[in-house]
């Protein structure tokens, strides 16, 4: 599935072929091959004529940049890779294990899916996004429990205030906008202190990438709107029912 941009494919005569040779754009443009196409190269001792040219691909992780690579044809093969319809997968293993054992004396087949080895390389990733799921769960639940407390009791001892108040003219919005101001401000002093903290992690870790997309500002934007919804929504269930207090049991004297 590697794409050809110039030239030809091997042919599958391979003897045809065993003196030609294949790049990568990487490998042509570290050469400094105008015209690679019909060049002759030496490569261990050996001339070969370059017969294509392929687009440049992932040899290794994506830490790693792409690094030159070329293909030659031979006969004499220590490994395989076989390029298998997911609707037969299990019917051509049985028919290539035999045929190893075959070729083999009978030795057990060795065999690994690509995909498999591709994911191995970034098992840490993996491991660190489902940790990091978890603990933002966790992290948005204990906060908004302690918000949830922190309004309870912040209305509770704000009571003949919101009384007060009710009496002076104030409307149920009114009082909502004022208790939900101080944990507005919170929030907001909050994420002025987390997202540049936020931004600077999160760039040292793309960095040990060679390849990875750029931090766009509504990511942080989003993430700060959505902390605040979520405040808002914590606490309005509390401030809007010390919102609807009724004015003579606040004001009544024990």
């Given at each position: 599935g590697i794409e050809i941009v110039a030239g030809r494919d091997f042919s599958d005569d391979l003897e045809k072929d065993k003196d030609n040779i294949i790049f990568n754009q990487m490998a042509i443009e570290q050469m400094g091959l105008e015209d690679p196409i019909g060049q002759t190269v030496q490569l261990w001792g050996s001339n070969r004529t370059i017969i294509g040219v392929v687009n440049d691909f992932h040899l290794e992780s994506l830490y790693k940049d792409i690094k030159p690579a070329f293909f030659r044809s031979s006969s004499r093969r220590m490994n395989a890779v076989v390029k298998i319809e997911t609707s037969k997968t299990m019917e051509m293993l049985k028919t290539i294990e035999t045929y190893y054992k075959e070729q083999h004396n009978g030795l057990p087949l060795d065999y690994q899916f690509m995909d498999d080895v591709y994911n191995q390389l970034y098992v840490s990733e993996q491991r660190v996004s489902t940790l990091s799921k978890y603990f933002a769960v966790v992290a948005i639940l204990i906060s908004c429990l302690g918000l949830f407390g922190l309004a309870a009791f912040t209305a509770e001892m704000r009571l003949k205030e919101i009384g007060i108040r009710k009496i002076?003219?104030?409307?149920?919005?009114?009082?909502?906008?004022?208790l939900s101001k101080e944990y507005t401000k919170m929030v907001l002093i909050a994420n002025v202190?987390?997202?540049?903290?936020?931004?600077?992690?999160?760039?040292?870790w793309l960095d040990n990438f060679a390849f990875k997309f750029e931090l766009s500002w509504w990511f942080f934007i989003g993430s700060g709107v959505l902390t605040l919804l979520v405040a808002w929504f914590t606490?309005?269930?509390?401030?809007?029912?010390?919102?609807?207090?009724?004015?003579?049991?606040?004001?009544?004297?024990?």
């Amino acid at each position: 599935g590697i794409e050809i941009v110039a030239g030809r494919d091997f042919s599958d005569d391979l003897e045809k072929d065993k003196d030609n040779i294949i790049f990568n754009q990487m490998a042509i443009e570290q050469m400094g091959l105008e015209d690679p196409i019909g060049q002759t190269v030496q490569l261990w001792g050996s001339n070969r004529t370059i017969i294509g040219v392929v687009n440049d691909f992932h040899l290794e992780s994506l830490y790693k940049d792409i690094k030159p690579a070329f293909f030659r044809s031979s006969s004499r093969r220590m490994n395989a890779v076989v390029k298998i319809e997911t609707s037969k997968t299990m019917e051509m293993l049985k028919t290539i294990e035999t045929y190893y054992k075959e070729q083999h004396n009978g030795l057990p087949l060795d065999y690994q899916f690509m995909d498999d080895v591709y994911n191995q390389l970034y098992v840490s990733e993996q491991r660190v996004s489902t940790l990091s799921k978890y603990f933002a769960v966790v992290a948005i639940l204990i906060s908004c429990l302690g918000l949830f407390g922190l309004a309870a009791f912040t209305a509770e001892m704000r009571l003949k205030e919101i009384g007060i108040r009710k009496i002076l003219g104030s409307a149920n919005s009114q009082i909502v906008v004022l208790l939900s101001k101080e944990y507005t401000k919170m929030v907001l002093i909050a994420n002025v202190i987390g997202l540049p903290i936020g931004y600077y992690l999160i760039s040292l870790w793309l960095d040990n990438f060679a390849f990875k997309f750029e931090l766009s500002w509504w990511f942080f934007i989003g993430s700060g709107v959505l902390t605040l919804l979520v405040a808002w929504f914590t606490v309005g269930f509390q401030t809007f029912k010390a919102a609807k207090v009724n004015v003579l049991e606040t004001l009544r004297s024990e």
